[in-house]
Structures are given as C-alpha cells and as structure tokens.
C-alpha cells in the first residue's frame, strides 16, 4: 500500500475490473481519456492480461478512500510506460467517481504517484498527456507542479472537432512535496 492523507493507492486485483467498466463507460468521464467507444468486461479482461504481464511498476493502482472503516474505490492510476534508461515514466490517472471530483483528490493522488515515482522507482521526469479541453486535470496537474511542455496541434478528434493534445512534465529537483 502507498498511503496518503486521506487515499491509499493499492494493487489491482481481478475483482476490481467492472469499476473501472462502469467508470469508462460514463462518457464524462471517458471523455478525458483515450478511449471513444463502449466498453466491455470481455476487453476489460484482455487488458488486464496484457498489463499484468508488463513489469509490476508499470501496473495500475487503485485509488481508495477512507469511508468510516473501510476503504472505497474512486478510481486508478499509475505510470503507463516506464523508461528506466532515461529515468522518465508517464503518468496516468481516472477519478471514476465524479461525486469526488473537484475536492482535491485528483490531485492528492497525482502527488502520491509522484513521491512513488521519485523517491521509490528513482525517476527524473515524470509526463504526461491532456486533452486541451480537460480543463479540469490540466489545473490539477498544474496544482502538483506540472509544466507545459509544448502541444500537439489538432492530434485528437473529439465531440465533431479537433482539440489539442499538451504534454505536461515536473522534474524531480523543481518537484515540491509540500503542496
Ligand atoms: C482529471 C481528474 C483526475 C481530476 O481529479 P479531481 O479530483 O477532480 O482534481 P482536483 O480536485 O485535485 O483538482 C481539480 C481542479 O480543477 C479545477 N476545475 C474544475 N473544473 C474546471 C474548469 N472547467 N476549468 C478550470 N479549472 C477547473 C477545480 O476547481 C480544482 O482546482 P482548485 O483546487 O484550484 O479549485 C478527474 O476529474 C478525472 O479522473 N476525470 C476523468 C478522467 C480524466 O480526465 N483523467 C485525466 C486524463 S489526462
């Protein structure tokens, strides 16, 4: 378990596979996300064999918070590709639970996987990327410490447009944990 003030990340387990179905299939919150079409358990299954046969660090963590004494899944996140001669991973998170959206704890877990991902698995960068239009997880990465790295023009078609794709990135030595 990795803990932090009010979540823990923990390990997937196979049991957790139709919360994220459900959560993906709400089309606000897969609209922040790369995925455009329903979504299965069938290929939610797949996915999950494919990703945990990748290395352990590489595999996503539930999001959970303290509920009275037990502990409530919110969503996942993780570091999608982990490049180890360059010290660089990208991250990605989901808060499928849009009631807990807005309250600090996109945020809260973004600084988790940081402090992971710094201190533990000894990276030096730490990107990642965002639709232009997520407003709401560009200011939430920029809370943690994110720069703007620079954009892909026109790289997404969404909702009958084109948007933008940012690439956002935090150092480890400009990274604060004290946020
Ligand atoms: C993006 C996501 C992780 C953010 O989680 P969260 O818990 O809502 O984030 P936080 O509460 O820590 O921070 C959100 C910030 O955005 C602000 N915000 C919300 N809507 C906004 C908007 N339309 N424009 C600008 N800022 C906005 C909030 O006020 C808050 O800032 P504040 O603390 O300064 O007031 C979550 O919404 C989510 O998982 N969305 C669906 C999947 C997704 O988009 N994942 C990210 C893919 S890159």
Redesign the pocket.
Known sequence: MIYGKRMRLRALEKEDLHLYVEWVNDPD?RG??AMYLPFSMYEEEKWYESTMAKPAAEHPMMIEVKEGDSWMPI?DCGFFTLDHRNRSGEL????GRKD?????????AVQLLLEHGFNTLNLHRVY???FED????I??YE?CGFIHEGHLRSAEYKDGKYVDVLFMSVLKEEWNNDR
Do not use: M
């Open positions: 919150v922040g996300v969503g990605g998170i989901l808060i807990y959206w807005n309250q600090g704890y996109g945020s809260e990642l990327r965002v997520n407003k709401r997880a200011r939430a809370k």
